[in-house]
């Protein structure tokens, strides 16, 4: 063994496929093939030997014989750490494969290892090496760059919240499903930029439990009149994502259920409800919604939907809400500005009836069942099974007539 050459110190044009997935299966004992191999052979900063795999599968496999995350790591072909978890950064540990160095000493403990300058230049050595073999694949590959992103998009997401020192090189790798995106389709932040309006300077995301509910929302109407294109979170760890990943070449990102956009005026649409009706209408939102809500107000930015629910001004990581509603026991909602659409004919039809005299049970049903829509759209409802009874009483009012 000791007067072969290990496979990860051949150079990288040396190395077969077929030597490398035999070298992979010995490694792993998993027989799907690896979605990329990274070969590195370099003396500078640092000598580094290093073959990695990115796996078909972020889960080990039942026999599979690497049972927690780690890299082997060899000075001079003698195996010194089974699992060194010190090789890359903590988010990129789905990496399988093999790292050797000369210029680390035999007789180290892990302590020695951990607070070795020479360490810290291979792990930034390898964390360039992978970054970049991604940045690589989805230029060349995009259709199997999507393969990963299905497994791995997490893992990089996590990254940007983590790792300061490497977002910038990240940015490239994030794609999300978006508003002008066919189904199925993931977006890269370089082509939401290259379609960026004349006058748009800012990239608008919306945070959303899937994809059918936010392209559902209310947020989208005013976007989807001016053609505006808008990012699709759908992952809870988008919303942890946010903190590291603020601007994109110069343009901020802004959350399209709380930004005001620049010359959002009133849209061409039909006239609204009369002004003595519609302000009777808040009135009653006011009432019936109480300390559930900050504040009801006619919104000039809705075209088809009726009602919007809006974070207040002053609130602070409302983005992280959707997660607190996740693994908090004792969640209790976010108190929200709530928005009506006066042009639209359900408002408009609560107004007139309201003013009519009309049944105020029925009225204030409505009320509440738009505010809990407005809930559930948002990713906010506690208990959306509670809104059966609701629902079913409106639906007996119709048909009666009343």
Known sequence: VNRRTPLWRQPRAEITDEAAGEFYKQLTLDFQAPLLRIAMNTDSPVQIYAL??????????????????GLKLYSRKILIQEYCKDLLPNYLRFLQGVVESEDLPLNVSRETVQSSKIMERIRNALTHKVIESLKELAAKDPEKYKQFWAVYGAFIKEGMATDAASREKLKPLLRFPSSQ?????????????????????EIYYLLADDVRTAARSPHLDYFRQQATEVLFFTDPLDSFMLTGLQTYEGFPLKNAAAAEVSGAGQPAAEAGAAAPALDDLIARFKTRLGE?????????????????????ADSRDH?????????????SVPKRVVEINPRHVLIQGLAARLAAGGSDSLVDNAIEQLYENGLLLE???PNPAQMVGRIQSLLEAAVSGQ
Do not use: N, W
């Not at 809500?293 to 207040?312: M, N, Q, Y």
């Open 52 to 69: 990695l795999f990115v796996p078909a599968k972020a889960e080990p496999g039942m026999f599979s014989l690497r049972k927690e995350p």
């Open 181 to 201: 995106a066919a189904e199925g389709e993931l977006v890269s932040l370089a082509q939401y930029a290259g379609r960026l309006k004349p006058e748009q300077r």
């Open 292 to 312: 559930r809500i900050t504040e009801v107000r006619a919104s000039e930015r809705l075209v088809d939907s009726p009602l919007r629910l809006v974070a207040p």
């Open 319 to 331: 983005e992280m809400d959707r997660v607190r509603r996740l693994i908090e026991k004792d969640f």
């Open 379 to 381: 990713g906010l409802h």
